[in-house]
């Protein structure tokens, strides 16, 4: 007989991923809002969007790894190892809030390394995970490539200076998010397709039939 939680997990899977597409419209909203009109924000939390979407990185590519791998071994070693970075971006960050915001997006994803959930539906999460994992890296590259045509909307070089925000990355230490722009329009190019690829895939109720446990052993 499954735990209680495994069998939450599974009945209400489809709802768990609808609330994924809830947090992803969320996220890319606050990115563009601290694009657009970074004066009502303040410059804390267009900091602290900038190591979100850093972190997303590594997030992300747990995912891939936790998706698949036995319970304990998520538990007791990619959970410790992964945390370590959590703890580095709230020691870093300033507004707490949108970290616990990050914190819920990141257990819907990971849901999954806390159970025995059905084989295809951990699959499924592992297919979801590899597909946001290159959109990353795509959007990284692209980016890379047309950063001097990408506008600044409010987050001019003026404001940047005027409001603290140089400051606080040069206190922070943290080099390559001097231009927080460029993070922003990857930023809500990314979550825009998760949101995408999420709503289409729980709406098709996406998984993979042919592959079986036995063809994955650790």
Known sequence: MKPIAANIIEKHHQYFEYFGVCMSILMMYKFIIAWVYPENIGSEVVYDLTLLFTLEML?????????????????YVL??????????????????????????????????AFTDSDFKIR??????SVVALLIYIAL???????????????????????????EIV??????????PHTFFFT???YYLCLTVLSAYTSKKKFVISNIKPEDFTF
């Open 59 to 75: 997030m992300v590519h747990s995912g891939t790894f936790m998706a698949l791998l036995p319970k304990k071994l998520s538990l």
């Open 170 to 179: 040069r206190a922070s230490g943290f080099s390559g998010n001097e231009e």
């Open 140 to 166: 990284f590259f692209f980016t890379l490539k047309i950063e001097d045509y990408i506008p600044r909307a409010g987050l001019t070089e003026n404001f940047l200076a005027i409001s603290g925000y140089t």
């Open 123 to 128: 699959v499924h999460n592992f297919v979801f």
């Open 79 to 112: 959970v410790p190892f992964y945390g370590v970075f959590v703890w580095a971006l709230n020691r870093a960050s300033v507004n707490t809030n949108l970290l616990l915001i990050y914190g819920i997006i990141i257990f819907n994803r990971m849901r999954f």
């Open 187 to 189: 930023a809500i190019i």
